[in-house]
């Protein structure tokens, strides 16, 4: 958690995403660099959450490679692979809380996997992570007892459980009133320059793209690639394209 | 190399510094919280940190620092934030700062031995009257459908009729005849004992006409089917499509249930009857190889033995058997809560539902049928 100059921490090279012969999308090259807040967006049925599957394991590339620093992640082994991802910190688009367990049980399953804490050590850790979002003394309530803002938040304290380097998003704000999506805009941007984590974020949500987007790329399903790459804001400013200026002013001005 | 943190203090007037060193990481060695108030001596006013040779933090520090925060605050100490790391002192701060309350306290999860039987049977007073009340509706429905008013898709009625009846074939067979096989066996030996073999097809034949053909098929399509209504049902719950056929002014119970109740009910005797058929030819099986009993001989002694009155009895149980596993399918389905356990409890308590009222109502139907001479 020091600060160290820019340098790449995930590099993406011709990417080639595919189910079965159906192509998603092909030819991605970009890079995410350590500290940013990357967002990945695109219209719906782009291949945006499907490009995430890939960067957090779930998915295997059709072609093309994601590195990690140095480390080829799909080349390597299974458990060099749990290594890297032990460093990834993830909130999926419905929270994804185990429904069985409470939220403190919750925010503390991936500290009992990988760590050899005491269990007094992990309730101070999981105590601590819901306080950080907002949850204190929300630590015996289960998933379907909080609205989903809260829902959203006890999945942001798992997925900082183990203080990762990478925060990936999957459309947080998705569900969330504006004020909600606001507040959890600024919780994420208060992590990553406390915790010093990068971020990649999927969304279509505007206001969050130029709220927080430090870089980003868009996602065309018609021509199955990137159209556009850079800083949300200077994109909006320069881009030429048609489609990205759609996105970028809701369908407004072209 | 072991990674470790340490801590030191130094002592200015009255305020304390707290000199932080090294690692104070997960997975690294450093003082805890009651070691680091053993140097809290004397009578100091304010702490104060000096993270210059700290190397490397995470959660685990800002526990210790929390900690300190807390004692500073209890005894009214200054907590004096300025030499921690920019981070560290966003992150207290954040976590200090929390505006929201639980609304409510979840309710006590440890009942006592007494609480749980309360509960527990005021759960089955409810439940009794949930499935009065879901029997209702269904009596409603199909007047509604009699009368012309209800509305289902007839694609999905043939759907189900489909899935009742010939998918299910093949493990109903594979069943039945294990079944009129398991009967013939254990009659077999008694009989042998008094000279009376050929009374192994009046055995297996009434056996498999009255009660196992129609029970046997019923109990396979409460794990096949009824499991499968309820789980159909539940997520449909829980992606709200119930609510939506509601609010599109058409009954979820006329459009979901009906075709499914009505699709096992037509199938139920025909599968029963298929049943018992397979399980006589089981029982053949075994009065062949073990009692040398010849075809014709089997066939005559099972046509003297087994009458229209036995199968129409297996039959009537079959109807009736037929209607409580889609009734248990359908009314579990249609309780599911709104998640993802929701759905495999309420598939669960199908079958399990369903099986029970199988075999009360068998139990009933048998002593009835005594009492009536049928």
Known sequence: ?254 | MERRGTVEAEKKESDLCLHFKGQWIIGSAFPTFIEIKALFSGSIDSISFDTKELQDWDSRFLIVLSDIKNHATLNTLLFVADGLPAGVQRLLTLASASPERPPFKPEDRNQSFLETVGSKTSHLIEDSRDILSFTGTITLSYLRLFSGKAQFLRSDFLYFLEECGPMALPIVSLISVLVGVILAFVGAVQLQMFGAEIYIANLVGLGMTREMGAMMAAIIMAGRTGAAFAAQLGTMQVNEEVDALQTMGIDPTDFLVLPRLSALLLMMPLLALWADLLGIGGGFIIARLTLDISMVEYYNQTIAAVTLRHFGVGLFKAIIFGYLVAFSGCLRGMQCGRSASAVGNAATSAVVTAIVLIVVSDAVMTVIFNILHI
């Open chain 1, 1 to 254: 958690m020091k600060n160290t100059p820019p340098q790449p921490l995930i590099t993406v090279t011709n990417l080639t995403m595919a189910y079965d012969s159906f192509v998603l999308q092909r030819d991605l090259n970009f890079t995410i660099q350590r500290g940013d807040i990357f967002v990945i967006m695109g219209n719906s049925g782009c291949g945006k959450s499907t490009l995430l599957r890939h960067m957090i394991g779930l998915k295997e590339p059709a072609a093309g490679t994601i590195h990690f620093r140095d480390a080829d992640f799909w080349a390597a082994s299974e458990g060099q692979r749990s290594q890297i991802m032990r460093r990834c910190g993830i909130l999926y688009q419905s929270s994804a809380l185990l429904s069985s367990m409470t939220l403190a049980e919750n925010v503390a399953l991936p500290l009992r996997q990988h760590t050899t804490l005491a269990p007094d050590e992990i309730a101070d850790l999981v105590s601590l992570k819901l306080r950080l979002v907002g949850l204190a003394g929300f630590d015996g309530f289960y998933p379907s007892e909080i609205s989903g803002g809260m829902k959203k938040r006890a999945g942001l304290a798992r997925a900082i459980a183990l203080d990762p380097e990478i925060l990936f998003f999957d459309e947080p704000s998705a569900g969330l009133d504006p004020i909600s999506a606001r507040l959890l805009d600024d919780l994420i941007l208060e992590l990553r320059d406390s915790l010093g984590a990068t971020i990649v974020i999927v969304t279509h949500e505007l206001a969050s793209i130029f709220a927080i987007g430090s870089d980003s790329i868009f996602l065309d399903a018609d021509s199955h690639t990137m159209i556009a790459q850079g800083a949300p804001q200077a994109l909006l400013a320069s881009t030429t394209n048609r489609k990205v200026k759609q996105f970028l002013t809701r369908g407004g001005s072209v």
